[in-house]
């Protein structure tokens, strides 16, 4: 049974852990995905955590991509998350998404998530952003819900309202600021499908995802967002698409991990400033 491996003493251990190791109170948090946590780098005042110790929280690999960063970025209090849990890693669904919860105890309010992501709609091109307006939770529906097994009040209801999960107001101000950052040739929205991975989708699975009504397609953030809308913080997901998904047998076009990280470092201080002007905002 998916049963919730860890309980409210274990979020609360974390966070009291956290509070003990950083003045900083963020209202804002970042998940930055493959390749973009380089965001965490611009913060001023820096407190470095590696909470690898604290119940459920095992990095793989700790360093710079498995650690938080406190700080500060244009004068808004923001905690960075360097590297992410992902399912694909064997790691347990309720693992994946523990520091959301974390998140929400140390005060944070919003949360952006970032990802690499391909692209699945023929009109979007390699380097695009997307502003992603919906998710479509395929582990959900193969019963990989975060939100399964003991529904803890403390967090949030025990049926959760998802057809608000990608805040309006903050995708308009998204909308403003990458006018305002010259960004807005390379800006899309759209539909964040999430898979499981780690395997890149058959071309029969990316036709499948195209029927959908998916934009882009990801191996991450949905079990996150879930678990944030859960306890209500405000959500903000932006997708850099590294790839375009191959829908025709014909196609000698491969997807491999490289050029998704070759695609990330090159929109990555685009991605950046964007989103640092964008917290500057909220
Ligand atoms: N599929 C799934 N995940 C991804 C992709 C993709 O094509 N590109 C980057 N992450």
Same mark, same amino acid.
């Not at 699945?120 to 380097?127: A, D, R, T, Y």
């Given at each position: 049974m998916n049963t919730c491996c860890c309980n409210y003493d274990d979020y609360r251990e974390t966070t009291d852990w956290l509070l003990s190791h950083t003045e900083q109170r963020p209202k804002v948090a970042i998940i930055c995905g493959s390749g973009l946590?380089?965001?965490?780098?611009?913060?001023?005042?820096k407190t470095v955590c590696?909470? @690898? +110790?604290?119940?459920? #929280?095992?990095?793989?690999?700790?360093?710079h991509e498995g650690q938080l960063v406190f700080g500060s970025l244009r004068g808004r209090q923001c905690v960075c998350m360097q590297g992410r849990f992902h399912f694909y890693e064997g790691y347990n669904i309720h693992t994946v998404t523990y520091l959301v919860r974390v998140f929400f105890l140390l005060g944070v309010e919003t949360l952006i998530v970032t990802n690499a992501a391909g692209g699945? @709609? +023929?009109?979007?091109? #390699?380097?695009d952003i997307m502003l992603i307006k919906d998710h479509i939770n395929m582990p959900g529906f193969a019963g990989q819900n975060p939100l399964c097994g003991h529904n803890d009040e403390r967090f949030g209801v025990r049926f959760l309202c998802t057809s608000d999960a990608y805040d309006r107001d903050l995708i308009a101000l998204a909308k403003q600021t990458a006018e305002e950052q010259g960004c807005s040739t390379f800006l899309q929205q759209g539909v964040y499908c999430m898979v499981a991975g780690p395997t890149f989708e058959t071309v029969a699975e990316c036709r499948v995802l195209q029927l959908l009504g998916a934009d882009a397609v990801g191996m991450s953030t949905v079990p996150e967002v879930v678990v944030a809308r859960h306890c209500g913080l405000r959500v903000l997901g932006l997708s850099l698409i590294t790839n375009k998904v191959v829908t025709?047998?014909?196609?000698?076009e491969k997807t491999n991990h490289d050029k998704v990280l070759e695609t990330t470092r090159r929109r990555t201080q685009d991605l950046q400033r964007l989103v640092s002007h964008l917290i500057a905002k909220i």
């Open positions: 946590g380089g965001l965490g780098d611009l913060l001023d005042n590696h909470p @690898n +110790g604290c119940s459920y #929280v095992h990095w793989a690999v700790p360093g699945v @709609n +023929g009109s979007f091109n #390699v380097g025709d047998y014909a196609s000698e």
